[in-house]
């Protein structure tokens, strides 16, 4: 099991961008995939972003491609959300997530076993 510990959300208004950071301890980063997870008002719980942390692919959701980015820093255990162009439907609570030896669509797909982190908030108003 992998702890996690996310950081960055707020309150934004459309078109702003965000950068949510997510903190690991207790496994080894490497061998995990990481993503996010967003949870709407009136959605089901979405992989929105996922990553594998020893080769850097990615797998988005359709409705973020293009202005959601995720990255890694390894020697720092940290995953990134960068998000830009926001719009009021972005808005959840953002949830880090990951799956050791798990590939990042699987992940996203929530197919695998999950660590989830404790969720952050963000809101976009129009």
């Known amino acids: 099991q992998v702890q996690l510990v996310e950081s960055g959300g707020g309150l934004v208004q459309t078109g702003d961008s965000l950068r949510l950071s997510c903190a690991a301890s207790?496994?080894?980063?490497?061998?995990?995939?990481m993503g996010w997870f967003r949870q709407s008002p009136g959605k089901e719980h979405e992989g929105v972003g996922c990553?594998?942390?020893?080769?850097?692919?990615?797998y988005y959701e359709d409705s973020v491609k293009g202005r959601f980015t995720i990255s890694r820093d390894i020697a720092k255990n940290t995953l990134y959300l960068q998000m830009n162009n926001l719009k009021p439907e972005d808005t959840g609570v953002y949830y880090c997530?990951?799956?050791?030896?798990?590939?990042?669509?699987?992940?996203?797909?929530?197919?695998?076993?999950?660590?989830w982190g404790q969720g952050t908030q963000v809101t976009v108003s129009s």
């Open positions: 990553l594998n942390t020893n080769d850097g692919t990615t």
């Open positions: 997530a990951g799956s050791e030896w798990a590939v990042a669509d699987y992940l996203c797909l929530a197919t695998v076993p999950i660590d």
């Open positions: 207790g496994r080894s980063f490497s061998t995990f995939a």
